[in-house]
Antibody
Framework: EVQLVQSGAEVKKPGESLKISCRGS????????IGWVRQMPGKGLEWMGI????????RYSPSFQGQVTISVDNSISTTYLQWSSLKASDTAMYYC?????????????WGQGTMVTVSS | DFVMTQSPDSLAVSLGERATINCKSS????????????LAWYQQKPGQPPKLLIY???TRESGVPDRFSGSGSGTDFTLTINSLQADDVAVYYC?????????FGPGTKVDIK
């Protein structure tokens, strides 16, 4: 069974850094792109970016380019989403999800989500 | 960029009745070389991550009940829920994957009347 398990909820202050994780299991981790999706409170889904664990190729949505960094550690089948300086507007639920076919595809398996709260 | 819109924003349907959700893309999602429409539908129940329902505009994901069906081509698509069940209360999103970034529609909330 394909599973994506994300790290737990975080509460941070503006200006702090943060790295959240998503561990994949039940499939060949290095052969599927893994994307990140933001959902601000009460709002819709926003595609942030995606990484291919096989060669660490990363693509970002223009809306998120320069705002976050996506990375991977294949030794533990884990992808990461990180911020160097959080803002209150980063408060949201963040999901990782596997792309079923290639870099631009439908997302067939989702993590449970990581809630990030940024508040002074 | 592809702009995705959905209508209505919300709807309330009686149990056992049909719910119809529309999704429109600003550009065609039909790829001429394979005649496939690059559109997916997701269901998100309160407090849960999204769940894939349909891809290629009309192909149901394994395990999805057959009361969910997708149709349409080009720029206009429809998700139909036949015989609505209480368990179908959720927000439904369409997503184009024809071009990057593969953006989502704004969502349609389905409730029981």
């Amino acid at each position: 069974e394909v599973q994506l398990v994300q790290s737990g909820a975080e509460v941070k202050k503006p200006g702090e850094s943060l790295k959240i994780s998503c561990r994949g299991s039940g499939y060949s981790f290095t052969t599927y792109w893994i994307g990140w999706v933001r959902q601000m409170p009460g709002k819709g889904l926003e595609w942030m970016g995606i990484i291919y664990p096989g060669d660490s190729d990363v693509r970002y949505s223009p809306s998120f380019q320069g705002q976050v960094t996506i990375s991977v550690d294949n030794s533990i089948s884990t992808t990461y989403l990180q911020w160097s300086s959080l803002k209150a507007s980063d408060t949201a639920m963040y999901y990782c999800a596997r792309s079923a076919v290639g870099r631009i595809g439908w997302l067939d398996s989702w993590g449970q989500g990581t809630m990030v709260t940024v508040s002074s | 960029d592809f702009v995705m819109t959905q209508s209505p924003d919300s709807l309330a349907v009686s149990l056992g009745e049909r719910a119809t959700i529309n999704c429109k893309s600003s550009q065609s999602l039909l790829y001429s070389s394979n005649y496939k429409n690059y559109l997916a539908w997701y269901q998100q129940k309160p407090g849960q991550p999204p769940k894939l329902l349909i891809y290629w505009a009309s192909t149901r994901e394994s395990g999805v009940p057959d009361r969910f069906s997708g149709s349409g081509s080009g720029t206009d698509f429809t998700l139909t829920i036949n015989s609505l069940q209480a368990d179908d209360v959720a927000v439904y999103y369409c997503q184009q994957y024809y071009s990057s970034p593969p953006d989502f529609g704004p969502g349609t909330k389905v409730d029981i009347k």
